[in-house]
């Protein structure tokens, strides 16, 4: 492929201090009031709406500065290095923040990239690599989007995301020894304790399940909360099914696809059947389904708006919950439980979370966390053991 | 009208054939008469309707029966009667770890009249008896699938008494099957389920074998693959089975039906001599294309989700959502594929298989 030898000369400027300074311009040109990329994504993203693009991409990059990229490149890699040459990055999913730091990660490696935008979501990548052109030609070449699988098996490392299945099959064609990072199925879930007031609870659990329109797996499926007192559980429900309302004003949800409302119908009528369930729906369609279940149950995962309240009684129910879903767990947004938090971590990464949060910021990982476990830009890169 | 009641009209229907007229006002009546029926009867049912803001009251018109998405019938017992008077029960094909579907049925009765009165219509249009060859377990070796039910029920009708399956639960005897295919003089009806075909055509490309089956041989073939098999098409599935075992695609039928209906749909190739995806909806079924946003018919031409209304189904609910994208076209519907939710969600694509599959909590 001959793209990839000219992003492999391309690479030649991707200087440390240079790359840096080009992607936290970017991102700054991103999050700037009124910025027009971010605009311009809001006309051509056909999955959200333009309140949800232009607060999810503000919110998401809030942090990505040219320090913080400094301290995450300090952090991650040692003085002598090899980066690959040129890193192929396979990108699914819909939400914007996620493909801009798979496509900037690499970067800030000392790595060109090789992007293919998925079917959800071809604008995104490809909108900020023109943003990256647009601050730093030099830099900007050093990415290109395209769709030609022998990327996969030509380049000296893969990013994929993905279903499980799809990292298996892009697995197979990299090639031994070559870096690969899979990002497959995983779900996340918010855990609310006693010690928070559940009106403020839900209010900031409202945002992670409207933020994205609960499209990816940082979004929660379930919210485990505290029924301590007894019917501490309902009124938080109540309040969500309130809180998010409130937000399809602020914040309304995308169109969705055919099969998409299709899986939340099966969702509301599962949960409608299922006895013991409380439905907390608005008068007419509404965009968001609030479901009260009746004891430490676990219904479908949610998604798209459709969010499950699961009451639990001691801390070791969380467990129960969430023990079988390793390793496909995610992230655990959590609120209320003052000391008891460590304990929470504890069963959390025992279930194979890689991230524990505060509730309200789910959607929001920092451009440096651990996605999934894996360091951001260590396992891109090949090391040199220097023994005396 | 009491359920017997409903039931009867039903059968007489069913009886008079696939060819009967359509009649609309008839079957409104028995449609609302039996949803009254099934929402006074079926707890989980009315907890659907109550969540949707239908009130029985206000329904007038068979189209505003509110429908079961099938994911549903892994939620709940979806039966108007008690579990002791459960004489049969099918569940949808998983794991045992998986939620599974169920249909309960306390009458085999309607059940067993439209399977046989489609399967012989479309299958056994020319002949009163053919010999079966299932590629599908017995019932009695898996009793709660409903395919090998409809398997064993239509052979017991319409085959011949040396008519067998050949597929057991520990696998398949697929040399006996390829010798007997092989030496066959006389016509066959050659059923079974897509990917079982997918091993039959393989198992023969690795003997490097083609046949030629007897003139006036029919192939029966149904069932999505579920992981079992390379998936094919279904142009590559008939045009597999056409070359290898020289049966003419107008004689390759696609029979589409699920484990939460009653009444099953057939493609008419075998009656009209032209090959046709076309499936053909009985007179007393009726199925929509319906946008599941708005839950109203889609504009002509346009693809939605399939929801069918089967009268047949009177011990659980009769209209059930599929998940099965689809078109109408005159005279019945197309089967366009499985509706695909996830490719907005990127990584968390899946999630209720993920659920499925790390072992239910309750």
Not at chain 1, 139 to 152: T, Y
Not at chain 1, 232 to 239: I, N, P, S, T
Not at chain 2, 49 to 68: D, H, L, M, N, T
Request: hydrophobic content about 45%.
């Amino acid at each position: 492929m001959t793209e990839l030898a000219q992003l492999a000369d391309a690479r030649r400027a991707l200087e440390p201090e240079r790359t840096i300074t080009a992607l936290a311009r970017a991102f700054e040109l991103w999050r700037a009031p009124g910025s027009p990329w971010r605009e311009r994504l809001a006309r051509e993203h056909r999955v959200y709406s333009p309140a949800m693009i232009e607060r999810g991409v503000t919110s998401a990059l809030a942090g990505w500065t040219a320090d913080t990229l400094a301290n995450l490149r300090a952090r991650e890699l040692p003085e002598v290095f090899a980066a690959p040459r040129v890193t192929a990055v396979w990108l699914a999913g819909s939400i914007p923040p996620s493909a801009f730091s798979a496509i900037a990660l690499p970067l800030l490696a000392g790595s060109a990239v090789y992007a293919k935008t998925p079917a959800a979501d071809p604008v995104s990548a490809r909108l900020f690599a023109e943003s990256l052109r647009s601050v730093d030609p030099a830099v900007g070449a050093a990415v290109a989007i395209g769709a030609d699988e022998k990327a996969l098996e030509e380049c000296d490392a893969v990013v994929a995301q993905g279903s499980d299945e799809t990292i298996a099959a892009i697995r197979a064609r990299v090639r031994p020894a070559r870096p690969f990072l899979g990002y497959g199925h995983k779900l996340s879930l918010a855990a609310i304790g006693p010690g928070i007031d559940p009106v403020s609870a839900a209010q900031q659990l409202a945002q992670d399940v409207a933020l994205w329109d609960g499209r990816g797996c940082l979004s929660p499926a379930w919210a485990l909360v505290s029924d301590s007192p007894r019917g501490r559980a309902a009124e938080l429900a109540h309040a969500l099914a309130g809180a998010l309302e409130e937000l399809d004003e602020t914040l309304p949800r995308g169109e969705l696809s055919v099969a998409e409302s299709a899986d939340l119908l099966e969702l509301r009528a599962r949960a409608a059947v299922r006895e013991g369930t409380r439905l907390e729906l608005a008068a007419g369609a509404s965009t968001w389904t609030v479901v009260l279940e009746s004891g430490e149950v676990r219904p479908p995962a949610g998604t798209l708006r459709f969010i499950s309240v699961v009451p639990f009684t001691e801390l070791d129910g969380l467990a129960r919950f969430w023990g079988p879903l390793a390793p496909h767990l995610s992230c655990v947004g959590h609120a209320g439980f003052g000391g008891g938090l460590a304990r929470l971590g504890t069963f959390a990464v025992e279930a194979g979370a890689s991230r524990l949060c505060p509730l309200g910021r789910m959607q929001l990982p920092p451009l440096d966390w651990n996605h999934d476990g894996q360091g951001p830009l260590r396992p891109l890169v090949r090391r040199l053991d220097v023994e005396g | 009208m009491t359920r017997a009641e409903i039931e009867r009209e039903v059968l007489a229907w069913i009886a008079e054939g696939v060819d009967a007229p359509a009649d609309d006002a008839r079957f409104e009546r028995l449609a609302l008469a039996l949803f009254r029926i099934q929402h006074t009867g079926n707890a989980p049912y009315r907890r659907l309707c109550a969540a949707f803001g239908v009130e029985p009251e206000r329904v007038r018109s068979w189209r505003q029966i509110p429908s079961v998405p099938a994911g549903a019938f892994k939620e709940a017992r979806l039966a108007i009667f008690p579990p002791e008077a459960t004489l049969r029960t099918f569940r949808t094909s998983g794991s045992s770890t998986d939620a599974r579907g169920a249909l309960h049925l306390d009458t085999l009765a309607l059940y067993d009249a439209s399977l046989v009165a489609t399967f012989a219509a479309f299958l056994c249009p020319d002949v009163e008896r053919i010999r079966f060859l299932v590629l599908a377990p017995s019932a009695a070796e898996a009793p709660d699938s409903s395919l090998s039910y409809m398997f064993e029920r239509a052979m017991r009708e319409l085959g011949t008494p040396d008519s067998r399956s050949f597929v057991h639960a520990e696998g398949w005897d697929v040399d006996i099957l390829v010798a007997e295919l092989a030496s066959l003089e006389a016509k066959v009806l050659l059923a079974g389920t897509a990917f079982a075909f997918v091993h039959l055509l393989d198992a023969l490309e690795a003997r490097r074998m083609t046949l030629t089956l007897p003139a006036g041989t029919r192939v029966m073939e149904t069932g999505g693959f579920k992981g079992r098999a390379r998936e094919l098409t279904r142009d590559e599935l008939h045009g597999g089975i056409a070359q290898r075992l020289g049966v003419p695609r107008a004689r390759i039928v696609n029979q589409y039906g699920m484990c939460e209906l009653g009444s099953q749909f057939y493609e008419a190739s075998l009656r009209t001599g032209v090959a046709s995806d076309c499936k053909v909806v009985p007179p007393w079924v009726r199925t929509r294309v319906l946008d599941p946003a708005t839950l109203f018919d889609v504009a002509p031409g346009d693809t939605g989700v399939l929801v069918h209304y089967d009268l047949a189904n009177t011990g659980s609910v009769l209209a059930v959502m599929t998940s099965d994208l689809g078109l109408a076209v005159d005279g019945g519907f197309r089967v366009l594929g499985r509706l695909r939710g996830a490719e907005a969600r990127g990584c968390s694509l899946a999630a209720d298989a993920l659920l499925d599959a790390s072992g239910a909590m309750r």
